[in-house]
């Protein structure tokens, strides 16, 4: 260091002030550092000035002169460095005399699965995006910081500030969660429902091009999530066919389309009674205002829109279908089920996570039928499985009937009409077992009886394991065809991981709007689950993000506490060493191990009040 005398001339006056100048290296080669202004010091020799320069500079390393008292001038000097450190960041070389018996640590945060969290966040270019759709900057950060609660730690939108100021999430997002209150979060999701068929296109654009997904191919399919009480406010609350066990609640129902890859392309929420088959028109719609849909692409669903009218729609639109047929259809084909050499066995991978896990023997036949082919598929693993819903469903069928008869013999049923709707009823509830069994009905004796049909139970046992698929595309084979809509599976994974661990259900708010933002959120923080895995993947470590995020727990952000000799005291606010695991998860993901930038403060004593 070395005290530099600089000269200014304003309206006929010379100024004269000196500064503490520092030479450091840089990039570009040596340059002069201007440490602080000591303002107009008294004249003195330049000997004088290289040794006040050299007492700061050996202060400043924590180096105390043996033969000297203390100088209240270098104190000063020190002071104001350090002060200036404070609020420009210090050199990260610099070297201070620490009371080790004093050093401490405040504000352990957990870090690890928000870095991450927010790195993806950036990565699928989100914060551009919630700009492009008009949202301030804090409003993009709020709603950053929700979807990262949604992946982390899900709970209520009440329970989020907690969570927030007992984590890193400030320090990650630089915002301050200090006052922040549910009311602020609840604005936040009304104002970012509107946003979402921007927010959808941009994404599906974005991971399209990020991970080169295949575009020729969707997967539709719906589940429900139901509430928690009865909702009267939400127009869409309504009971239904409740894929979460749960028919005593009022419900949603929720569709979803996702590529090949499993990454959401768009969703809608419909009224908890909306049957699968009168969804499909309002997603194709919501899919082609997303994505760009082209004439030739495929769309995969399930046999709950097996209908006619539906696979119409889908071709009316220049796309083709890969469908599972309803099960009545697979009667048409019992002679070729019943002649299994014909089929061919599809080879199928283990998974590379579990090289030993055993998969069942699936066997396949195409067929052509008009303008479609028919794929036929028989399946080991599924045999036990057909069993054991059509034996369950025929003890529910056998009480429930057993029921009705009580109600009409005692008088509690007795016109015929009302008897035939009952019937109509429970063989609605029951189609799987209700067509081989015959039921009749004698009104003079108020009797009502029941026997099965063996021929027909036979059939049905002879198809157990067996299903049909259908498609409109005669160049698939029968193998591509089965692989194509065993991909399915991607969007009830989709669903599973909504559900758990990102908490979808059940629902606790009561408003159509806040219903849907909620959904939306989590559907928002699946594209950050799935874009983290999907990079695993293809680093070859499957791993679900359940895993990933305990591993990240405990990398952590936290106050090292360093006072100082001269009763000041060096805060510095950075990120944990990880651990072996966590730089390893790191990498794969291509996050750097660095949270945070060091941040450094310094406190100072109190000046003394002069003695009075």
């Known amino acids: ?241 409740s894929r979460d066990g749960r028919p005593d609640c009022t419900q949603v129902v929720v569709g979803l389309v996702v590529g090949r890859e499993g990454f959401p392309c768009a969703h809608e929420v419909f009224e908890g009674s909306r049957q699968d088959r009168q969804s499909l028109d309002a997603m194709l719609d919501a899919l082609g205002a997303r994505v760009k849909l082209v004439a030739g692409q495929t769309v995969v669903v399930d046999r709950g829109m097996a209908f006619d009218d539906n696979l119409a729609a889908i071709k009316a639109k220049g796309l083709h279908y890969v469908v599972a047929s309803r099960q009545g259809e697979r009667k048409g084909w019992l002679e070729e089920f019943e002649n299994p050499e014909e089929f061919v066995e599809v080879m199928r991978e283990t998974s590379p996570n579990n090289p030993g896990q055993r998969k069942s023997k699936v066997w396949v036949l195409r067929r052509d039928a008009g303008e479609e082919a028919h794929i036929l598929c028989r399946s080991e693993g599924r045999i036990a499985k057909d069993r054991a819903i059509r034996e369950k469903q025929e003890g529910r069928w056998l009480a429930d009937l057993e029921r009705l008869a009580k109600r009409i013999a005692t008088g509690k049923l007795v016109a015929e009409r009302a008897i035939g709707e009952a019937i109509g009823r429970l063989k609605e509830r029951y189609p799987r077992v209700a067509r081989y069994w015959r039921i009749e009905l004698d009104l003079a004796t108020k009797m009502l009886s029941w026997r099965q049909d063996e021929a027909k139970r036979t059939q049905a046992e002879e198809l157990d394991g067996c299903y049909l698929l259908k498609t409109d595309r005669k160049d698939l084979s029968a193998e591509e065809a089965w692989r194509i809509y065993m991909t399915l599976t991607r969007a009830e994974a989709a669903f599973r991981d909504m559900k758990s661990p990102l908490a979808e259900r059940p629902i606790f708010h009561h408003l159509e709007h806040r219903v849907d933002t909620h959904i939306f959120l989590c559907l928002l923080a699946y594209h950050l689950l799935v874009a983290i895995e999907t990079t695993l993947e293809r680093k070859g470590t499957f791993t679900s993000w359940a895993t990933v995020r305990d591993v990240l727990a405990g990398h952590q952000i936290q106050t090292i506490v360093l006072p100082a000799q001269d009763g000041s005291v060096l805060r510095i606010r950075k990120g944990s060493n990880p651990e072996r695991q966590q730089r390893e998860l790191y990498r794969k993901l291509e996050v750097p191990a660095e949270i945070i930038p060091p941040r450094r403060t310094w406190s100072h004593p109190k000046a003394e009040s002069p003695a009075k």
């Open 1 to 241: 260091m070395y005290v530099r005398k600089t000269t200014r001339r304003y309206k006929d006056r010379t100024y004269t002030s000196y500064l503490l100048v520092e030479s450091v290296s840089t990039p570009k080669g040596p340059r002069q550092k201007v440490c602080c202004s000591l303002g107009d010091l008294s004249p003195r020799s330049r000997e004088e000035w290289l040794k006040l320069a050299h007492k700061v500079e050996a202060a400043l390393a924590g180096e105390e002169s043996l033969f000297e008292g203390p100088d209240n001038e270098v104190k000063a000097v020190v002071s104001k460095i350090r002060s200036r450190s404070g609020e420009a960041g210090a050199s990260d070389e610099e070297i201070v005399a620490v009371r080790t018996q004093e050093v401490a640590t405040e504000r352990p945060r957990s870090a690890g699965a928000i870095h991450v969290g927010r790195q993806f966040w950036q990565r699928l270019g989100l914060d551009a995006t919630l700009a492009k759709a008009g949202l301030p900057g804090r409003a993009v950060k709020l709603a950053c910081a929700m979807t990262l609660n949604r992946l982390i730690a899900p709970g209520s939108e009440h329970a989020m500030p907690s969570w927030m100021q007992a984590t890193a999430i400030d320090d990650v997002l630089g915002m301050s969660v200090a006052t922040l209150a549910d009311d602020a979060l609840y604005r936040m999701l009304d104002r970012l429902y509107p946003k979402r068929v921007i927010i959808e296109t941009a994404l599906a654009e974005t991971e399209r091009t990020l991970f080169g997904l295949d575009p020729t191919v969707f997967f539709y399919d719906l589940t429900s999530t139901y509430f928690e009480g009865q909702a009267k406010k939400n127009p869409k609350a309504k009971r239904g066919y």
